[in-house]
C-alpha cells in the first residue's frame, strides 16, 4: 500500500461509502486528498522552574465527637509575580493553587478547580513557599496565599510557607498573626462567596516570556 498523497485530482465527487475507492481495498488506487499535518500540535507545555521549592501543608478537620467534617479550601495567592530560571522568565497570575494530594477512588475531579477537599476529616495540599528569593512580586511586598474553608463555621485567613518547612506541616502553624476572620458561608451557593471561580488558564509560551495566563 502507498502512501496518499495529493496529485491535484479533485476528488469531492468521488463516493464515500465504495471500497472501490479506498486504497489498499483494491487495486484501483484513486489519488486521495491530504492534507500535511502541523508540527508542534502535540508539544508538551513548558515545565514550571527548577527553582522553585514546594511543601506539603496538612489539616485535620473533625467536630467535637471526632466525627469527620466535609468542604473544600481554596489557596489564592495574593498578588502576581515572576520568577527567572536559567535566563527564561516565567510570569504567574494571581490565582487559586495547590494540588490536592488525597487520592480516593470514584472521587471528584477537581483538578485545576482550585478546590482542595477535605476527606474522611483530612485535608492535604501541596503548594509553593513563598519565601523564595527566586520570587518577584508585583508589589514587592511578601507573597502570602488568602485561605478559605467552604463551610459552615470555616474561617478564612493568609498564610505564609517558608522554603525551610518540613513536610507535612500544619495549615494551623502557618497563619499570619491578626488575619483569621469569619468566612460567611452560604450553603444554598457555597463557591459563591469571596468570588469564587475555577484557576486560570494554564501556562503557554510567548515571544521572549513564559506566562501563565491572565488571573
Known sequence: MTTPSYSGTNNFD??????????GWTSQGVNQD??????????????????LVYAVVTGMYIDM???PLSGFLTFQLS???SVVSNGTTYRMPARYAGR???DLALSMNNFGTGKVYIRRGLM????????NPAITTDSGNPLTYHVVEHFLGGQQFDITISDAEVSPVDLRSLVVPGSITPYDYDPADPTANEGFSPSAPSM????GIIDGGTA
Open 14 to 23: 468521488d463516493p464515500l461509502v465504495q471500497p472501490w475507492y479506498i486504497e
Open 79 to 81: 498578588e502576581s509575580f
Open 34 to 51: 491530504t492534507i500535511q499535518a502541523v508540527t508542534g500540535l502535540l508539544t508538551a507545555p513548558a515545565p514550571l522552574p527548577v527553582n
Open 65 to 67: 465527637d471526632s466525627n
Open 100 to 102: 490536592d494530594n488525597t
Open 204 to 207: 503557554v509560551v510567548v515571544p
Open 124 to 131: 492535604s495540599v501541596t503548594l509553593m513557599t513563598t519565601s
